[in-house]
């Protein structure tokens, strides 16, 4: 039998810059009959490529959930590669929390949450990747401009941009304690990276990611084209923001700690294959390549 050629809608890591790809995908799959979303907030997420709502943690949620944070960062042994540090040895990211806590795992399928991600990619999902992210206060450093579906299509083989994240702030989010940006609209525009991928590039990007980023000057017109905007609000707010937005936040130089919950919805229409841009895949904590659809089946 011959094997069919792999088509790659979004080349990256190349040799040589190119210009910018139009998306293909649709951002919104769904339509109001498909879940709690109103046209009104499915418009705004189609054309911004992100949408804000507040309590999708109620009050009640957060105690507890701040507690368990601090439980995975102590308990977890210092080896397990799931803990990100900053250089300093500071607990910068914890992965698969979902797996590792009871309580982060009834986030995910609350109904604030799950049926969200359901309604935008109008399909069954899966978690690709979970985490949380903690951005102490005075060392917290934060995170370069980049689109995500770049890194997932480049090194775990994603391919179709049907993929969603909602980060779930856990601590008030203000204009100057390193909060989410992101470049309303650059969700429509694939930017293609220069650089190959280094193997087990995942051991630095994830502290520092310099694989896999626009340049300077790309990313200097896209601003000037889209504007910034900043996720802030109080803890609970949910933000939804499409897996190929372009976003960074900056460095937390105040008294004020930032964590969040970090959620992945990933299509089960669209199941990893081999990376587009890379040798190998990986790690599961990082891609999960078991498409499992979570609750209940979604109905057509």
């Known amino acids: 039998m011959i094997a069919m050629e792999r088509i790659d809608n979004y080349p990256t890591r190349l040799d040589h810059a190119t210009p910018p790809i139009p998306r293909i995908e649709p951002t919104v799959w769904g339509t109001e009959a498909h879940g709690p979303l109103a046209a009104a907030e499915l418009n705004s997420f189609a054309e911004q490529g992100y949408l804000m709502r507040s309590e999708a943690l109620g009050d009640d949620w957060l105690p507890p959930l701040r507690q368990e944070l601090d439980r995975l960062a102590v308990d977890l042994d210092v080896a397990d590669p799931r803990i990100i540090r900053e250089p300093d040895g500071s607990v910068r990211s914890v992965f698969e929390p979902h797996l590792l806590s009871d309580l982060v795992a009834q986030v995910v399928e609350l109904d604030t949450v799950l049926p969200v991600a359901r309604q935008l990619l109008c399909s069954d999902v899966y978690i690709h990747q979970a985490r949380i992210n903690f951005m102490p206060g005075f060392t917290g450093t934060g995170f370069y401009w980049h689109s995500d579906f770049e890194t997932w299509h480049a090194e775990d083989g994603m391919p179709a941009i049907r993929a969603v994240s909602c980060s779930i702030a856990l601590t008030d989010n203000f204009s100057y304690n390193g909060s989410l940006m992101v470049m ?117």
């Open 184 to 300: 309303p609209g650059s969700h429509q525009t694939f930017y293609p990276c220069v650089g190959a991928t280094p193997d087990n590039n995942y051991g630095t990007s994830l502290v520092r990611q310099e694989v896999g980023v626009p340049d300077q000057t790309v990313l200097t017109k896209a601003a000037d084209r889209y504007g910034i905007s900043q996720f802030t609000g109080p803890a609970g707010t949910a933000l939804w923001f499409d897996a190929n937005l372009l976003h960074g936040s900056g460095s937390n130089i105040t008294p004020f700690p930032r964590a969040n919950v970090f959620l992945v919805f990933n299509s089960v229409q669209n199941p990893l294959s081999e990376p587009f841009a890379a040798t190998t895949p990986r790690p599961e904590f990082l891609a999960c390549r078991q498409v499992r659809a979570l609750g209940r089946v979604a109905s057509s």
